[in-house]
């Protein structure tokens, strides 16, 4: 399937005041993501947190890092921004939380959505299904061998338990050109995601792969021999208008 052309993708993490998600969900859908695209960048998707009600967690992708600070500018110095910044800053209690990535290859980047984006308000044309995305944290940089060892080792079992992985990203440590917006570049990290129908699948998925003897004896204690700290995992349900669903 044909990726979306994105080679810079920020994977943001909001923390919001208790009961504001859904006030800046609205907000969102509504006035920032066909804004956003005028200026240049892809909004690829946007979800409620399903173990965090005052998370709002969303992706968005640019062409290269100079398109990215200039699409940046474009958005937040322009009108939409100005006329309704002041609404979605006050459900925020943190919006710093920012990665930095880019697709492991030319053909692990998010694939091109299956249907359009519904307009607002309009029911999409297919149900929206659960997305997990798994963020792993090493030591060291994530580099040619352990991507080799991932195809061969790691995304069979993810597979055979039922989470085929649908994108798969690693850090981008070029320079933040946008420094009005913090990103954490000084940090190695790997990111996969998967999409499943529903929760069970997502749950069934992740009892699976506890109880693989594939896994437990073999590919994760390659994995742990990397890792700086545990694993960030993100259970997230799509909004009406995300593209990723």
């Given at each position: 399937m044909?990726?979306?052309?994105?080679?810079i993708?920020?994977l943001?993490?909001?923390?919001?005041?208790?009961?504001?998600?859904?006030?800046?969900?609205?907000?969102?859908d509504?006035e920032?993501v066909?804004?956003?695209?005028?200026?240049?960048?892809?909004?690829?998707?946007q979800?409620?947190?399903?173990?965090?009600?005052?998370?709002?967690?969303?992706?968005?992708?640019?062409?290269?890092?100079?398109?990215?600070?200039?699409?940046?500018?474009?958005?937040?110095?322009?009108?939409?921004?100005?006329?309704?910044?002041?609404?979605?800053?006050?459900?925020?209690?943190?919006?710093?939380?920012?990665?930095l990535?880019?697709?492991?290859s030319?053909?692990?980047?998010?694939?091109?959505?299956?249907?359009p984006?519904?307009?607002?308000?309009?029911l999409?044309a297919s149900?929206p299904?659960?997305?997990l995305a798994?963020v792993?944290?090493?030591?060291?940089?994530?580099?040619?061998?352990?991507?080799?060892?991932?195809?061969r080792?790691?995304?069979?079992?993810?597979?055979?338990?039922?989470?085929?992985?649908?994108?798969?990203?690693?850090?981008?440590?070029?320079?933040?050109?946008?420094?009005?917006?913090p990103?954490?570049?000084?940090e190695?990290?790997?990111?996969?995601?998967?999409?499943?129908?529903d929760?069970t699948?997502?749950?069934?998925?992740l009892?699976?792969?506890?109880?693989?003897?594939?896994?437990?004896?073999?590919?994760?204690?390659?994995?742990?021999k990397?890792?700086?700290?545990d694993?960030?995992?993100?259970?997230?349900?799509?909004?009406?208008?995300?593209?990723?669903?």
């Open positions: 044909e990726a979306v052309r994105c080679p993708v920020e943001r993490q909001y923390t919001l005041h208790p009961g504001r998600r859904d006030v800046l969900i609205d907000l969102f509504r920032f066909e804004s956003q695209e005028a200026a240049g960048m892809t909004v690829l998707g979800f409620r947190d399903l173990d965090d009600p005052d998370r709002f967690v969303w992706l968005r992708g640019f062409a290269d890092m100079p398109s990215r600070a200039e699409a940046l500018a474009g958005f937040y110095g322009g009108p939409v921004w100005r006329a309704h910044r002041d609404r979605a800053n006050a459900t925020m209690v943190d919006s710093d939380d920012v990665l990535l880019r697709p492991c030319e053909q692990a980047g998010f694939p091109a959505p299956a249907d984006r519904p307009a607002p308000g309009v999409a149900p299904g659960l997305v798994t792993w944290y090493a030591h060291d940089p994530f580099d040619a061998a352990f991507l080799d060892f991932f195809e080792r790691v995304r069979p079992v993810l597979t055979e338990t039922g989470a085929e992985p649908l994108a798969c990203l690693q850090s981008e440590h070029a320079p933040n050109t946008f420094p009005a917006l990103v954490r570049t000084n190695e990290v790997f990111v996969w995601f998967a999409r499943f129908p929760e699948r997502l749950t069934d998925h009892n699976r792969l506890r109880n693989s003897r594939s896994w437990r004896d073999d590919v994760l204690p390659n994995l742990s990397r890792w700086a700290r694993p960030q995992r993100l259970r997230l349900a799509p909004t009406d208008r995300s593209l990723l669903r």
